[in-house]
């Protein structure tokens, strides 16, 4: 049973460690980026939303660390982050 505690810690500690939601990460971003290389980088979205023609994405939570990218015509046009 303690093996059984102490692997899920550290299981749970590497998925932290390995997050794709970092400063390094945005960096890598590019304007005009389609969804599938932004999600190469930083992983699936937690939250999409449509709004006239363009989609707005978050990864992250927006009450504490997050990136935000709008797409159009499937490219990235803005994008912008906050406690990374």
Known sequence: M???TIA????ALALT???KLSKENYDKLEMGM??????SVLGGADNC???MGTMACT????????VKIVFMGDKAIT????GL
């Open 49 to 51: 939303s449509k709004t």
């Open 2 to 4: 303690k093996l059984k």
């Open 17 to 19: 460690a390995c997050s």
């Open 59 to 66: 990864w992250g939570n927006e009450e504490s660390k997050y």
């Open 79 to 82: 994008f912008n982050y906050s």
């Open 34 to 39: 389609s969804q599938n290389e932004v999600e």
């Open 8 to 11: 899920i810690i550290v299981g």
